[in-house]
């Protein structure tokens, strides 16, 4: 990042650097997007491995989530490189993610239990490479501007490649994958290329992004996480983006499903996203407005009601067809496009109002926790809709020995697609309600912390761009990382 004493405007960021952090959703797409859509269904119907015991292991390495993303945010807090704080963990994590990535699809031939402890361990690795990458990544948005409307513009970028990632990881996955062991670790190792180049792409396409935060990280991390905690902006975004994450999870792990045995039309699974993602492409702009006509709360509480009608309407599909469906998605995917930017682009706010309050550079920690919950919410939406799966007597199968499901298997295929994610869904909106981190708030404290770094810099004293960012520092020779403990 560039130092903000050498930036004209540090509220603006260029459309180069806009794109360069932008093109990392492929990461956060594809790794968000192909194990929730497809890891559970490749173990059941492929690996033949039990329903339930699937959700398991797709959810229990999420546990080590809760260590590493928390240690991630916290050394990217107190990095001091001639890269700046956070980028030299991107690279760290492309060095990691992209091969394990492509070992969890690599199925070697086992089946049942032995099978499940393979992806569970490779998914555990993948994890620890998506921490390196992800928790730094996000808290780079606070700290490349101090507008508050800037933060959504600048994120809109991100969210519209989000939308191709999704698209190209519900589209091209599917079809890659097939339904053989050899399709499974074909699209692994594709997908796996993609997120390498995509990682990469950010770490050179973000080297002279502003830097407008704070240059220090003090306290232990005990210390932070406390502070983390006792924030009340935090929890309750923490807590309704959970609800929000948590429904999309179970939606997209019932997909393949609902595809299958709702439409009866297995490759639907890919028009079905062309139908949530269309909306993500052509309806940032209009989130945008509305975020400012209605401040990010309330374009949030609308964007929520909009995934919540629009997974009731689903239920209606056996009667009106699949056409119906697709247009009932296409509502949800207008929903979901909001939700998406939206508590991105209040994260950020959230991060901004934490460093001008306390003066420091912890937004990693905020970074490291969030994305450590929202890992493991997303993962229970897979072992959500598997315990459904479980309770209406899904019974699991191999391509060489499939079977005929049960009437009470049709309706839970149905209710997990459209109620439970609804239902969930809602709860984030009434959460919504609470969160009171408004742009007059934001600007209230910003504008004094601004106010003293303008006095600051009339005495010489520098208050940003202590190392000059993420490309602009003079390190000492030889010197590329260190961690100040």
Same mark, same amino acid.
């Given at each position: 990042?560039v130092s903000t004493a050498a930036t004209p405007s540090p509220s603006k960021v260029s459309l180069g650097v806009r794109l360069g952090y932008a093109v990392g959703s492929f990461?956060?797409?594809? #790794? ?11 173990? +059941? ?14 959810? $229990? ?9 928390? $240690? ?23 060095? &990691?993610?992209? &091969? ?28 620890? *490479? ?39 990881s519900g589209i091209l996955a599917p079809m890659i994958a097939g339904e053989t062991a050899d399709g499974y670790r074909t699209m692994g190792v594709a997908f796996g290329v ?30 932070? $996480? ?7 902006? #935090? ?33 639907? +699974? +890919?028009?079905? #996203? ?31 009601? $909009? ?26 995917? &207008? ?28 937004? *990693? ?60 869904? #809602? ?17 209230? &404290? ?40």
């Amino acid at each position: 990042m560039v130092s903000t004493a050498a930036t004209p405007s540090p509220s603006k960021v260029s459309l180069g650097v806009r794109l360069g952090y932008a093109v990392g959703s492929f990461c956060t797409a594809n #790794f968000s997007t192909i194990p929730g859509l497809l890891l559970l269904f490749y173990m +059941t119907n492929v690996l033949a491995v039990p329903a339930a015991f699937a959700g398991v292991v797709l959810f $229990l390495p999420k546990a080590w989530d809760l260590v590493a993303n928390t $240690l991630v945010g916290r050394w990217s807090d107190r990095t001091v490189s001639r890269w700046g704080p956070r980028r030299p963990w991107l690279l760290a994590g492309a060095l &990691v993610l992209p &091969v394990s990535f492509a070992l969890m699809f690599a199925g070697p031939p086992l089946t049942g239990v032995p099978a499940a402890l393979y992806v569970g361990i490779a998914f555990l690795i993948a994890a620890t *490479g998506y921490a390196l990458y992800e928790v730094p990544y996000k808290a780079m948005p606070a700290e490349m501007t101090t507008d508050y409307h800037e933060r959504t513009s600048l994120l809109q970028w991100r969210m519209v490649l989000i939308a191709v990632g999704i698209a190209m990881s519900g589209i091209l996955a599917p079809m890659i994958a097939g339904e053989t062991a050899d399709g499974y670790r074909t699209m692994g190792v594709a997908f796996g290329v993609i997120l390498l180049v995509a990682m990469l792409g950010s770490f050179f396409g973000t080297a002279r992004a502003p830097f407008t935060g704070q240059q220090k990280s003090e306290g232990t991390l005990r210390e932070q $996480l406390a502070a983390a905690r006792t924030s009340k902006q #935090f929890l309750w975004l923490l807590g309704l983006s959970s609800a929000q994450t948590l429904g999309a999870g179970v939606m997209l792990a019932g997909a393949p499903y609902f595809a299958a045995y709702s439409l009866d039309d297995t490759s639907a +699974t +890919t028009t079905l #996203f062309a139908a949530l993602v269309g909306p993500m492409l052509v309806t940032m702009p209009l989130w945008v407005w509305l975020a400012r006509k209605l401040d990010k709360r309330g374009a949030m509480i609308l964007s929520g009601l $909009l995934f919540t009608a629009g997974a009731l309407l689903i239920l209606a599909t056996p009667a009106l067809g699949e056409l119906y469906a697709h247009l009932c998605v296409m509502i949800v995917g &207008v929903g979901y496009a909001g939700l998406q930017l939206l508590q991105f682009s209040m994260l950020a706010d959230v991060i901004a109002y934490d460093g001008a309050v306390s003066g420091e550079r912890r937004g *990693g920690v905020f970074t490291g926790l969030w994305t450590a919950v929202e890992n493991a919410v997303a993962a229970l939406g897979a072992t959500t809709y598997g315990w459904v799966l479980s309770v209406g007597g899904f019974v699991s199968s191999d391509p060489e020995h499939p079977v005929t499901q049960t009437d009470g298997a049709h309706v839970a295929v149905m209710v997990g697609v459209t109620v439970v994610p609804a239902l969930i869904t #809602f709860a984030g909106v009434l959460m919504t309600l609470k969160y009171n981190l408004t742009a007059d708030r934001l600007a209230a &404290v910003t504008g004094t912390a601004g106010a003293t770094a303008s006095a600051a810099a009339v005495t010489g004293r520098e208050t940003t761009g202590q190392d000059g960012g993420q490309d602009g520092g003079r390190p000492e020779p030889g010197e590329v990382l260190r961690s100040e403990e």
